[in-house]
C-alpha cells in the first residue's frame, strides 16, 4: 500500500549500510510524526535490525496499525492489512517470517507455512475480537444454526478458525459473502462487523451474528468501538470536513459502529481507505482527511500521501498493536542471529488445529485472487 520507499528498499546501498545512511533516510522522508530526537535515538536500533534482517534472510510483515519506524522495517510489499500480509505469507520461501503485528496475524502465517519458523515480537498482545471469542463460543452458535456456513472474521484464533467453514478480512468481506453458497451466512466475532455486513448485503442475504436473536456473546474491537456518531459530528466541525464535500473526506473502518460507517463519507479495509486516497491524490481530489482508525494508520498514511492534511484522533490507539517495539523486534532477531532458544517468540501450533484451520483461510484466498 505505501508507495513512498522504506528504510529497508532501494534507497540504501545494502552493502553500505550504516547509521549514517539510516539517519540520512530518515530525515529524506520528512515524516511528520518523526522528529529529530526520535530519529537520533533509535537510527541505532533500526540500523542494527536492517542489517540483521538482510543476514537472515528474515521476512518482516508489517501491519498497517505499526508506528512508523517500526513500519518502515518493512518493504513495500511486505507492508498491508490482514488479507495483503495473509496472501504474502502463503507465497514467501523466506525461512523466517518476524511478524510485526498481533499473535493471531501471526497464526495465520504459520497456518500458511507450517515448515517456517514465524516469530512474533511480542507475544503477549492480544486482540479484543480474538480474546472474547473462541472455538467453543463457535460451536455454540453452530448448534443454533445448524447448516449454516460460519464465517469468521481473521481477527480470531486458529482454534476458532478451525470450527469455520471460510476466513474473510475486512477487506473481502462482503466479496465473499456474495459468492457464499445459499442466502445465510453466520458471521463472527465482530458485532459491529456483522451489523455492518449485514446493511451492505440487505435483501440478498440473511446474517445471523451473536446476540441477533440469541443470547451468545460475541466482540467488538476496542479501538473502533471508541468512535461514536458525536465524534464524527464533531469532527466534521472542528476540521471543516462537512459531509458530501468534493475534496475533503471523512472514512471509517468496517468495525465502527454502524451509524458511523452511515456518517462516514467512505468506508472500508485499511487497503480499501488507502486506495481510495491515493485514487483521490492522483485525480487532485483530496485536500483535507480524517480517519475513524487506529492512529497510526494515519500516521502511515500521512507519510505516504504529504499533500493531504490528515486530522487524527491520536488517543485511538490499539494498547495491543503498540507492545510491537523496535527494541523487541531487535531482540528477536538478535536472539536468532546468536542461535539462542526462540521458543520465546516463535509462534507454534498443534499440526492438527493449523490442518483444520488451514482450509477457511485458503477458500478465502481462493477466492481473493
Not at 534482517?53 to 518482516?60: A, I, L, P, R
Not at 466541525?237 to 458511523?260: M, Q
Not at 491524490?281 to 502511515?300: D, G, I, K, P, Q
Amino acid at each position: 500500500m505505501n508507495s513512498q520507499p522504506t528504510i529497508s528498499q532501494n534507497n540504501i546501498d545494502e552493502s553500505a549500510l550504516s547509521v549514517e545512511s539510516v539517519k540520512k533516510e530518515l530525515y529524506k522522508r520528512n515524516h511528520p510524526s518523526l522528529m529529530p530526537i526520535d530519529i537520533e535515538a533509535h537510527a541505532e536500533t533500526v540500523y542494527q535490525i536492517l542489517k540483521l534482517k538482510e543476514k537472515h534472510n528474515v521476512v518482516m510483515l508489517g501491519h498497517n496499525y505499526m508506528e512508523p519506524l517500526v513500519f518502515g522495517l518493512s518493504t513495500k510489499s511486505e507492508q498491508g492489512d490482514s488479507l495483503g500480509l495473509s496472501m504474502y505469507a502463503a507465497k514467501t520461501d523466506a525461512p523466517y517470517i518476524l511478524f510485526n503485528g498481533v499473535p493471531f496475524m501471526a497464526e495465520t502465517a504459520k497456518i500458511l507455512n507450517p515448515s517456517k519458523t514465524v516469530l512474533a515480537a511480542d507475544k503477549t498482545a492480544g486482540c479484543s475480537l480474538a480474546d472474547n471469542f473462541g472455538a467453543e463460543e463457535v460451536r455454540k452458535l453452530k448448534v443454533l444454526y445448524p447448516g449454516v456456513p460460519v464465517m469468521i472474521y481473521i481477527n480470531s484464533y486458529a482454534d476458532a478458525k478451525a470450527e469455520s467453514d471460510i476466513c474473510c478480512t475486512s477487506a473481502n468481506a462482503a466479496q465473499i459473502a456474495r459468492e457464499m453458497p445459499g442466502n445465510e451466512i453466520l458471521f463472527v466475532p465482530d458485532i459491529f462487523f456483522a451489523e455492518n455486513l449485514e446493511e451492505e448485503l440487505k435483501g440478498t442475504k440473511t446474517v445471523f451474528y451473536p446476540g441477533k436473536g440469541n443470547q451468545e456473546r460475541g466482540a467488538v474491537c476496542e479501538v473502533h468501538e471508541k468512535f461514536l456518531l458525536s465524534d464524527l459530528l464533531a469532527i466534521r466541525n472542528s476540521f471543516d470536513i462537512p459531509k458530501g464535500h468534493p475534496t475533503r473526506i471523512l472514512y471509517a473502518h468496517w468495525e465502527c459502529r454502524p451509524e458511523v460507517l452511515q456518517e462516514a463519507d467512505f468506508y472500508g479495509s485499511t487497503s480499501q481507505i488507502g486506495q481510495d486516497i491515493a485514487k483521490r491524490v492522483a485525480e487532485n481530489r483530496l485536500e483535507r482527511a480524517f480517519v475513524a482508525s487506529e492512529c497510526e494508520l494515519t500516521s502511515n498514511l500521512a507519510q505516504e500521501f504529504p499533500t493531504v492534511q490528515f486530522s487524527t484522533a491520536c488517543s485511538v490507539r490499539c494498547s495491543h498493536m503498540a507492545k510491537v517495539t523496535l527494541d523487541k523486534v531487535l531482540n528477536v532477531l538478535q536472539a536468532l542471529d546468536k542461535g539462542d532458544d526462540l521458543s520465546p517468540h516463535e509462534v507454534t501450533l498443534m499440526p492438527e488445529v493449523i490442518e483444520r484451520a488451514r482450509t477457511p483461510i485458503e477458500r478465502m484466498l481462493e477466492l481473493s485472487a
